[in-house]
């Protein structure tokens, strides 16, 4: 099993810059992705961000490339997620998953293991 609790989310004005945490306790965190999802009120939740387990390749939605950078720690068992340039429609619930199966199957699905979510809120 894995435990996966999110952190720092808030209120920022658009322009603003937030960073996100996920601290993953359980099973062992460095041989496995990590993505990041997000959903608005009354959407879909959406991908986000996806790293691999060393780090070394990353993804982004078209809807956050440029102003979101995910990355990790293994050694501290957290992902993060720093987030620019932050617009009214960034606010959503983000959350971080944990994908056991290959990264090159899908940056942006078949994760197994979800947080609970944390709320992040751009006033314009």
């Known amino acids: 099993q894995v435990q996966l609790v999110e952190s720092g989310g808030g209120l920022v004005q658009a322009g603003g810059s937030l960073r996100l945490s996920c601290a993953a306790s359980?099973?062992?965190?460095?041989?496995?992705?990590m993505g990041w999802f997000r959903q608005a009120p009354g959407k879909e939740r959406e991908f986000a961000a996806a790293?691999?387990?060393?780090?070394?390749?990353?993804y982004y939605a078209d809807s956050v490339k440029g102003r979101f950078t995910i990355s990790r720690d293994n050694a501290k068992r957290t992902v993060y997620l720093q987030m620019n340039s932050l617009k009214s429609e960034d606010t959503a619930v983000y959350y971080c998953a944990l994908k056991t199966t290959s990264i090159y199957a899908g940056a942006n699905t078949g994760y197994d293991y979800w947080g609970q979510g944390t709320q992040v809120t751009v006033s314009s």
């Open positions: 359980g099973r062992t965190f460095s041989g496995y992705a």
């Open positions: 790293i691999s387990w060393s780090g070394g390749v990353t």
